[in-house]
C-alpha cells in the first residue's frame, strides 16, 4: 500500500479503484509463486495502455506539426512508444520499486529490465485511463512526451541510420555494411554493448546501448555524420 500512495503522489492523484492499480503493477511471475492470491496480472491492462498511447501520441504529434507527413509522424510515432522510451518514463516514476514480481525474477534485475519496465508503464497508463478518463491520461502524458520528442529529434533516434547508411556505402562502395560487438559490459541485467559499423573491414563508426540493436542504430548515426563530412569535402 504504501508502494501505492507513493506512485499516487508522483501522479498527483487518488485512484478512485485501487485495486486497477495493483494489477496495472503485478508481473505474472508474482502470481505464478503466489498462485492463491486473488490478483490478475498486468497484460491486459498493457495491451488497453498501448492503444491509449498510440492515441495520445499519434493526436499530439499531428497538432504539433501541422506540416509533417504521414511517413515522419509514423516514425516519430513508434520512437516516443518505442521499448526504451516507455522505460525510461516508467524510471521516472519509479514503478521498478512499484512493481510486484516474483522473487526469481526479481533477484534477476527484472525490476530494471527495458520490456517489464515498458509494459508495466503501459499497464499503469491502461490504468489510468480506466480509473479517470482520457483526458487524466493526456494531462500526464503530455508533459513527458516534449522533451522526449526533443531528444528525438536532436538525437535523430526516429531515423532508421541503418538503413541509411546502408544505402549510402552500397552507393559509394558497393559494400552492405555490417556490424561487430566490440565489447559487453555490466550486469546481466544492465549490460551495455559496444557495437562497431564495418565496410569492408573499416570501422566508420562505434556505438553504446542497452541492446545490441540500439548500440548498432548509435553506431550507424555516427557513421552517418561521418559519411555527410565525407560528402561535404569533396563539394
Avoid at 508502494?3 to 508474482?30: I, P, W
Avoid at 533477484?107 to 482520457?134: H, K, M, N, W
Avoid at 522526449?148 to 547508411?165: C, V
Wanted: aromatic residues 8%; glycine residues 8%; negative net charge.
Amino acid at each position: 500500500m504504501d508502494n501505492l500512495a507513493s506512485l499516487e503522489d508522483k501522479l498527483g492523484f487518488q485512484f478512485q479503484n485501487r485495486s486497477v492499480l495493483m494489477r496495472a503493477l503485478t508481473h505474472r511471475s508474482y502470481l505464478n509463486e503466489n498462485p492463491d492470491m486473488s490478483l490478475e496480472d498486468n497484460e491486459r491492462l498493457e495491451f488497453l495502455g498501448d492503444a491509449v498511447l498510440d492515441f495520445l501520441v499519434g493526436a499530439y504529434l499531428y497538432h504539433r506539426f501541422p506540416e509533417m507527413d504521414e511517413g515522419e509522424l509514423t516514425s516519430l510515432r513508434a520512437a516516443l512508444v518505442r521499448a526504451n522510451t516507455l522505460a525510461d518514463f516508467a524510471r521516472g516514476w519509479d514503478l521498478g520499486a512499484a512493481l510486484q514480481v516474483g522473487f526469481g525474477e526479481s533477484e534477476s534485475g527484472g525490476r530494471e529490465r527495458i520490456p517489464i519496465l515498458c509494459a508495466t508503464f503501459e499497464a499503469v497508463i491502461g490504468a489510468v485511463y480506466l480509473d479517470q478518463g482520457l483526458e487524466r491520461v493526456k494531462a500526464l502524458m503530455n508533459p513527458m512526451i516534449e522533451p522526449a520528442l526533443k531528444k528525438i529529434m536532436a538525437e535523430q533516434l526516429h531515423k532508421d541510420a541503418k538503413s541509411e547508411f546502408q544505402v549510402w556505402a552500397q552507393a559509394r562502395f558497393g559494400i552492405t555494411p555490417h556490424y561487430e560487438v566490440v565489447s559487453t559490459s555490466g550486469p546481466d541485467h544492465a549490460k551495455v554493448f559496444k557495437v562497431s559499423v564495418m565496410v569492408g573491414q573499416k570501422a566508420w563508426g562505434t556505438g553504446e546501448g542497452r541492446s545490441k540493436q540500439t548500440a548498432a542504430q548509435a553506431a550507424a548515426r555516427k557513421a552517418m555524420i561521418r559519411a555527410e563530412d565525407v560528402e561535404d569535402e569533396e563539394e
